[in-house]
């Protein structure tokens, strides 16, 4: 029997599926066990389906023509968005088709009802290539590591922020100068607010929280903060201190919670993940018996994605080939995981605080570090710049509880003498040196 | 219906194996889709069973019992060697058990015969421990990257070597202290010989540039090199130009061979592969469509290693309970990939020649790779040190051919000046700044 494929979506990564499909056809089918064919391919207009119907295979405008064509086992959905796309999936479900798609959005969104109904209906949802492009990361996550509890994880997931942070490592260069470089080099969008403001990276880690813990994360009560506030001054203050500023997806499995959250963190250049550099992705996993490890490559583009898709697609022909059972997610759609409380998590911090240059201030504000418990570990003030509100002052600390830190910020920023809101970073260690 | 495992062997990697069977049994079950059972264990002496005994787990110091099981439908094969297993092994298969294996010498040997036989018998047989430990590269080469040609593959596969060459580069200690550092740390055997002569990651190179090439690769042909005419001062040396050196495999596949080796080359700080130090193992590989990917992790020790065996265990269990058909892996035993000469490789090297500190050597130096049409990009001359025999003269080529060198530095190292053979070094510098 052969194993027919429909393809909504004829944009970058879904020419990229059609292009590998129908030029590896051979041995995608040897790997899959029977034949694969791209039974149709849908898309808004016809212009754009015309590569695909000079090929010879069946093109529609209309997605409902690609759900109902018996011939369709397997919708590949990449048309991006969430209602669409989350409608178009249901039917394929309710109507017995597996379903293949890199939409983290729609999953991160609807992925509590859309795996019970895959389940339901006997098929499969897969969605490596929605998860950091062509590293298999789900897979590792429900294969490799089966052995192991993945308690901890952190990740760089998004190439845009990467990338940038990367930029104002090496020049020197501003944000808001990073930004338009990494617009102009195609990286960032003409609106990067889902990139830089780390909306994207919150999809994908939260998709893997709720693989590593088992129950399904809310991104949407995530601690989510981006990358647009740090400064040269930030990096090159990272700089002395043998770091990288990153920005990470933080995974951490509590008996009482799940710990999942995006920011902008330290990291030694000694860390693996200090050199994932521009737009690469890189996710670091720490597993009960695996030790650590880490899975680095391609986040995204064209033919990384299409890569991860097609293998999804290989998987599940296979599987509907040789009827084996289908993978049961439906846990999802059962009760969400407890949040744990990010006041709870304990660490090294960084500050940049920014102070009237007056004699005194170090005191007051070594003060109020001190009345809450706040041990620091290191400070520089800098000197005064001419024409610089303030002068800038630098504080390391020891570990503290985040709730802690945070309350003896809200006092720091509310004394007379700060000039701006301190900028806090957490210090990741975990595996340096590993 | 409930799959019976038997394990062969309760060293490290085998009560590894034991530990997590027991203890995560449910878990495990749940992800086959089937309830695994530890069905028999054997090892050679009864004290070595004492312990599973006591769980109640049927156990046997005759392997011949383990195989005439009926119970046992997977054979764990951890005893290690080439012979005796490859017999068990044999008679698994014939018998149409699956079988799991860490053994990497058995299959870079035997795999040839091994696999068709499995194939024969509807068997499978999984190896992923076999290279790299909890590091899923097989998997990636057969399932996460089918939709890419992998025809270049870097790799640091040996944790031994890798322990020396970093603390060689961090303490600037030679090779024999750092080698003794190893023993001491239980990084290294007291015969050294199979990890630091680069034997063991020539077993797992070759079975990796199988997989990537689709044509069994022979490790006895590999050019194989270890690292222990490694020296401080070639250590200082890649230091001085921004490297480090590390014991590569390499896989390129050609259209006319496969090139497959194993020896140190200089690889640039800012390179994924730099960045791993100490004992652990990466897998650095650049994919047709998935472009460069890297996976870390632990490439050794009892949960790690073990990790990789029960994930194993839990794909076959899920085969055997579903009747799929088995992976086919025959065309191992089929004809054999030929080797790519060496002699046509082309790369920048790195040399350190031990000349006579007389007037004219450099001349003669240069005249002969002149001759030979090799173009130099740095010639660093040291001074003599007192009481050493000759001076150190450092060459770093431009791209050149390695025949070409070869034939060159037999030259050299012919000439009446030349007080040592001289040490050559590949720069590897694919997916730099990827």
């Known amino acids: 029997m052969s194993i027919g494929i429909g393809i909504i979506g004829t944009g970058t990564v879904g020419s990229g599926v059609l292009e590998i499909l129908t030029t590896r056809t051979e041995s995608l089918s040897r790997a899959a066990g029977t034949p694969l064919k791209v039974a149709r391919v849908a898309a808004r207009f016809e212009h754009e389906l015309a590569p695909w119907k000079a090929l010879g295979i069946p093109v529609t405008t209309e997605v409902a023509t690609l759900l109902d064509d018996p011939e369709v086992h397997i919708v590949v959905e990449l048309a991006g968005g969430y209602d669409l796309p989350r409608a178009w999936v249901t039917q394929a479900l309710e109507r017995g088709k597996s379903v293949v798609t890199a939409n983290k959005a729609m999953l991160a969104k609807h992925g509590g009802e859309l795996f019970p109904l895959a389940a339901k209906n006997g098929a499969e949802l897969r969605f490596e290539a929605a998860v950091g492009g062509a590293i298999p990361i789900i897979r590792a996550l429900r294969e490799a590591f089966i052995a192991s509890d993945v308690n901890s994880l952190a990740c760089i997931i998004n190439g845009t922020s990467n990338y940038i942070l990367t930029r104002m490592f090496q020049d020197g260069m501003g944000f808001e100068q990073a930004l338009k470089e990494a617009q102009a080099a195609g990286y960032a969008e003409a609106d990067p607010t889902f990139d830089v403001e780390g909306i994207d990276a919150a999809h994908k880690v939260a998709l893997m ?7 399904r994360v809310d991104f949407e009560k995530m601690r989510v ?20 500023i990153r920005l990470l997806g933080l995974v951490e499995v509590h008996p009482t919670g799940v710990d999942a959250r995006v920011h902008p963190c330290l990291v030694p250049q000694a860390h693996p993940l200090a050199g994932v550099n521009g737009a690469m992705n890189a996710v670091f996993l720490d597993g009960s018996t695996t030790g650590p490890s880490m899975l680095y490559g391609k986040g995204a583009g064209k033919m990384p994605t299409a890569s991860a898709v097609v293998a999804d697609i290989v998987d599940v022909a296979g599987i509907l080939h040789r009827k084996s059972p289908v993978h049961d997610l439906s846990w999802f759609g059962g009760e969400e995981a407890p949040l744990f409380p990010t006041s709870d998590v304990e660490g090294p911090y960084y500050l940049r605080l920014q102070v009237g240059d007056k004699p005194g201030v170090l005191a007051r504000i070594a003060k109020v570090l001190g009345d809450s418990g706040i041990s620091v570990s290191r400070l520089i003030q800098h000197e005064a710049i001419p024409g610089a509100e303030g002068v800038t002052m630098v504080v390391d600390t020891h570990v503290v509880r985040e709730g802690a830190l945070l309350e003896a910020i809200a006092r720091i920023d509310a004394l007379p003498e700060t000039v701006a809101p301190t900028v806090v970073l957490r210090f990741y260690e975990k595996g340096v040196g590993a």
Do not use: N
Request: hydrophobic share 40%.
């Open 225 to 244: 903060e981006g990358i647009s506030q740090i400064t040269a001054a930030d990096v090159a203050g990272a700089k002395e201190l043998g770091c990288v």
């Open 209 to 215: 929280a709720t693989l590593c813990g088992g129950r």
